[in-house]
């Protein structure tokens, strides 16, 4: 199985920045797709961004051009930098991650892995 850990949420004043980090970990798998989703309150989950194995990028309307997302393959880390943050901007974020694992006899599986959840709150 792989775990996801999520860092780096907390409080920011509207415009400014915060990164999040999310490092995942296991015994035997290999990451394909790795990306945030966000839930404000009383809403819905909805993707933020999210990241190949190869670099190719994909945003949600909302965060275009002030959010960035990146990759460090050999940690096994993803990244979101949230610049020019916004009210709306306030929600848990989650990591998330479509993975290849291995079971003890090789057999190779597919699954969803999802962080616990990082708040981040947006005051004026």
């Known amino acids: 199985q792989v775990e996801l850990v999520e860092s780096g949420g907390g409080l920011v004043q509207a415009g400014g920045s915060l990164r999040l980090s999310c490092a995942a970990s296991?015994?035997?798998?290999?990451?394909?797709?790795m990306g945030w989703y966000r839930q404000p309150p009383g809403n819905q989950r909805e993707l933020v961004a999210t990241?190949?194995?190869?670099?190719?990028?994909s945003y949600g309307e909302s965060v275009k051009g002030r959010f960035a997302i990146s990759r460090d393959n050999a940690k096994n880390t993803v990244y979101l930098q949230m610049n020019s943050l916004k009210l709306e901007d306030t929600a848990v974020y989650y990591c998330?991650?479509?993975?290849?694992?291995?079971?003890?006899?090789?057999?190779?599986?597919?699954?969803?892995?999802w962080g616990q959840g990082t708040q981040v709150t947006v005051s004026s």
């Open positions: 296991g015994r035997r798998f290999s990451i394909n797709v």
């Open positions: 990241i190949t194995s190869v670099g190719s990028t």
């Open positions: 998330h991650a479509v993975a290849d694992w291995y079971s003890d006899s090789g057999y190779r599986f597919t699954s969803n892995f």
